[in-house]
């Protein structure tokens, strides 16, 4: 028994770690996780997926109407009081009195089935064609979307590395600084320093720990932001994985800049281009107007009658009917508006063919301003990185002067500040060469790293 026990809470140990270990991971994020996620749990992603499953649904829908359709119906009249009429008590003298008569049963029932079939018409043609292509706007759609959410989550990523590195420079700083204060205070209060030093160094604290808050409250929000871009509720416990300077170091791809692109690639070509093609069909569906619509249909059925509710009793007559029909609906004249219809097409489809040669100059143009700012964006990241090399050393031998006496508690605090500076120009660089790959990625619509 007491073995049973030992298993028992043994095994409900393992489960609870497990539990939390797989709680724990779902909460673990490196870059290329978070974005996998957020493209499958975004709240926009999961829209434009819907939307492409909706377009799938709708070609079907279209497809289904030019297909036989079938109908069946079913009617029972019960005259409850029956309309007289009157006829001549002699047809062959007209001074005849008339006489009332009713015509037809009290109760009758109709079962009917109809098949119809369309033939032929225009609209149909082109409404098969318009299927396909709002089936590949949507997809279009969704791959948009995936590009913004990619890079969302990218920009939203990397700003929270930036915030924690940030918060943790800062804690440095601000430690070294404390210890810096707490030593010239010791000296100042020894009759060995003035009180302006003492002030100098207290002034710089009191600034890091102003930015050290907002800091703080910078990497909160920046937290929620991530989580809302990944789907999740902004308080999730969310922790990444990756570091900054580890991703940039990943992101440093020259090759990206001077690789071949094709300007179809991108996303808002192809949307354009399927507004080109779109209003290309409603030229087609103007002109389709004037076809003629060709259509057949088979109608069959039984009829019962009686004075009373016998339709389901045996022996009951049913007398059958069964007509077979073919029906040509031709235009013929609509006083012109058919032609303004098309005329009115064929503007719309001049203009979507101005905006497609539009959008393939701009994305030119803000693909060479991508690279361009990328390639920047390597160059200043290896800039920064040597300033805040030389940034450091000479705080670090201003420092050395100052408790030496060589140098004063201004000099210090213009090193020191020069240091901070370095330091937070060193992270943004380090963000934006990471961002600014992303830009130039979904500009090439390149989603995969």
């Known amino acids: 028994m007491k073995i049973k026990l030992i298993l028992g809470f043994s095994l409900l140990f393992v489960l609870k770690g497990f539990t939390q270990e797989t709680e724990e991971?779902?909460?673990?994020?490196?870059?290329?996780?978070?974005?996998?996620?957020?493209?499958?749990?975004?709240?926009?992603?999961?829209?434009?997926?819907?939307?492409?499953?909706?377009?799938?649904?709708?070609?079907?829908?279209?497809?289904?109407?030019?297909?036989?359709?079938?109908?069946?119906?079913?009617?029972?009249?019960?005259?409850?009081?029956?309309?007289?009429?009157?006829?001549?008590?002699?047809?062959?003298?007209?001074?005849?009195?008339?006489?009332?008569?009713?015509?037809?049963?009290?109760?009758?029932?109709?079962?009917?089935?109809?098949?119809?079939?369309?033939?032929?018409?225009?609209?149909?043609?082109?409404?098969?064609?318009?299927?396909?292509?709002?089936?590949?706007?949507?997809k279009n759609a969704k791959?948009?979307?995936?590009?913004?959410?990619?890079?969302?989550?990218?920009?939203?990523?990397?700003?929270?590395?930036?915030?924690?590195?940030?918060?943790?420079?800062?804690?440095?700083?601000?430690?070294?600084?404390?210890?810096?204060?707490?030593?010239?205070?010791?000296?100042?209060?020894?009759?060995?320093?003035?009180?302006?030093?003492?002030?100098?160094?207290?002034?710089?604290?009191?600034d890091i720990e102003s930015a050290l808050n907002r800091s703080e409250r910078v990497k909160s929000v920046s937290l929620q932001m991530l989580n809302m871009t990944m789907g999740l509720d902004i308080n999730h416990p969310t922790i990444l994985l990756d570091n900054l300077e580890t991703l940039t170091a990943r992101n440093v791809d020259l090759g990206l800049i001077s690789d071949p692109y094709s300007v179809e690639e991108n996303i808002d070509y192809k949307i354009a281009e399927n507004d080109k093609t779109s209003k290309e069909l409603l030229?087609?569906?103007?002109?389709?107007?004037?076809?003629?619509?060709?259509?057949?249909f088979v109608n069959g059925g039984y009829n019962s009658f009686g004075d009373s509710f016998?339709?389901?009793?045996?022996?009951?007559?049913?007398?059958?009917?069964?007509?077979?029909?073919?029906g040509m609906?031709?235009?013929?004249?609509?006083?012109?508006?058919?032609?303004?219809?098309?005329q009115r097409a064929k503007i719309d489809f001049a203009k979507a063919e101005d905006d497609l040669i539009e959008t393939e100059q701009r994305i030119k143009l803000d693909i060479a301003t991508a690279q361009s700012d990328y390639q920047y964006s390597i160059e200043d990241y290896?800039?920064?990185?040597?300033?805040?090399?030389?940034?450091?050393?000479?705080?670090?031998k201003n420092q050395t002067k100052f408790f030496e006496g060589i140098a004063s508690s201004f000099d210090l605090r213009q090193a020191q500040i020069q240091l901070y500076t370095a330091q937070?120009?060193?992270?943004?660089?380090?963000?934006?060469v990471i961002t600014k790959k992303a830009t130039l990625e979904t500009l090439l619509n390149r989603i995969n790293p």
Do not use: C
């Not at 673990?28 to 709240?43: D, G, S």
């Not at 609906?329 to 098309?342: D, E, H, K, L, V």
């Open 25 to 138: 991971t779902k909460s673990r994020f490196t870059l290329q996780e978070a974005i996998e996620y957020a493209i499958v749990h975004n709240r926009n992603a999961k829209n434009a997926s819907r939307d492409v499953e909706a377009a799938y649904k709708q070609k079907w829908e279209t497809i289904a109407i030019g297909l036989p359709q079938l109908n069946g119906q079913v009617d029972y009249q019960n005259n409850i009081k029956q309309q007289v009429n009157v006829i001549p008590s002699d047809f062959e003298d007209p001074d005849s009195p008339l006489v009332p008569i009713v015509f037809g049963a009290k109760q009758n029932l109709s079962a009917s089935a109809s098949l119809s079939q369309l033939i032929f018409d225009g609209s149909y043609i082109v409404g098969l064609q318009s299927a396909k292509v709002f089936l590949e706007i949507s």
């Open 143 to 206: 791959e948009k979307t995936d590009l913004e959410v990619r890079k969302g989550t990218i920009d939203a990523y990397g700003n929270v590395l930036l915030s924690e590195e940030t918060v943790s420079i800062l804690k440095e700083n601000r430690a070294t600084l404390q210890k810096n204060l707490d030593e010239i205070t010791k000296i100042f209060e020894n009759g060995l320093e003035e009180e302006e030093s003492v002030e100098q160094l207290k002034i710089t604290l009191a």
């Open 283 to 296: 030229i087609k569906l103007a002109k389709s107007d004037a076809m003629p619509s060709i259509s057949a």
């Open 310 to 326: 016998t339709f389901f009793d045996k022996g009951q007559d049913y007398f059958g009917f069964a007509v077979f029909g073919v």
């Open 329 to 342: 609906s031709i235009p013929i004249f609509s006083s012109g508006q058919r032609s303004a219809a098309t």
């Open 382 to 396: 290896s800039n920064k990185k040597e300033n805040l090399n030389l940034s450091e050393r000479i705080e670090a």
């Open 424 to 432: 937070q120009e060193f992270l943004q660089a380090m963000l934006d």
